[in-house]
T-cell receptor
Framework: EDQVTQSPEALRLQEGESSSLNCSYT??????LFWYRQDPGKGPEFLFT???AGEEKEKERLKATLTKKESFLHITAPKPEDSATYLC???????????FGTGTRLLVSP | DSGVTQTPKHLITATGQRVTLRCSPR?????VYWYQQSLDQGLQFLIQ???????AKGNILERFSAQQFPDLHSELNLSSLELGDSALYFC?????????????FGPGTRLTVL
């Protein structure tokens, strides 16, 4: 069965303090790995799609990378507005459904 | 704003009742997905429709059903509601039926069953 595990569950950073979030996965035939940001009570907001090991994508202070077993979301010099829950999801061969991890709750203090 | 709309935003009802949640996908998207998010389960896939036809089923209870109409909007019907059905229900849409395909989520409907 496809599984996604995210760590840490929660992360508290000072503004400007860079860090990384981890998403490890077990899936039969990965077709895509997705990162979403979710604010409390809101819908997940799409950030990145990664398709193959070695791929990297960047958007403002965020950079996502992918290996054969895990993905990292690197946050450089975060700001308080980056506070949110970051969700990782995978799409396996033959299935369009997304399998989500439970997320990392990020809090960035000024 | 993802372009996916959901109504209503909030729904409060009693056990045993039936409710209907509505979703309009992004313009041009043919696939619609429904997900349930509860505190202890995270986001769980319920069901997918593509261009009016059911394409895949996840952990959807028999008390729940869905459909996609010719104008591509979708409705999720929840009946004989139980306390444990209280959750956020999200609709997502994507352009195609191929893999991979990025899904864009709506703002959700918060269902509270009392």
């Amino acid at each position: 069965e496809d599984q996604v595990t995210q760590s840490p569950e929660a992360l508290r950073l000072q503004e400007g303090e860079s860090s990384s979030l981890n998403c490890s996965y077990t899936v039969s035939g990965l077709r895509g790995l997705f990162w979403y940001r979710q604010d409390p009570g809101k819908g997940p907001e799409f950030l990145f799609t990664l398709y193959s090991a070695g791929e990297e994508k960047e958007k403002e202070r965020l950079k996502a990378t992918l290996t054969k077993k895990e993905s990292f979301l690197h946050i450089t010099a975060p700001k308080p507005e980056d506070s949110a829950t970051y969700l990782c999801a995978v799409q396996a061969a033959g299935f369009q459904k997304l399998v989500f991890g439970t997320g990392t709750r990020l809090l960035v203090s000024p | 704003d993802s372009g996916v709309t959901q109504t209503p935003k909030h729904l409060i009802t009693a056990t045993g009742q039936r409710v209907t949640l509505r979703c309009s996908p992004r313009s041009g998207d043919l696939s619609v997905y429904w997900y349930q998010q509860s505190l202890d389960q995270g986001l769980q896939f319920l069901i997918q429709y593509y261009n009016g036809e059911e394409r895949a089923k996840g952990n959807i209870l028999e008390r729940f059903s869905a459909q996609q109409f010719p104008d591509l909007h979708s409705e999720l019907n929840l009946s004989s509601l139980e306390l444990g059905d209280s959750a956020l229900y999200f609709c997502a849409s994507s352009p195609r039926s191929q893999i991979p395909d990025t899904q864009y989520f709506g703002p959700g409907t918060r269902l509270t069953v009392l």
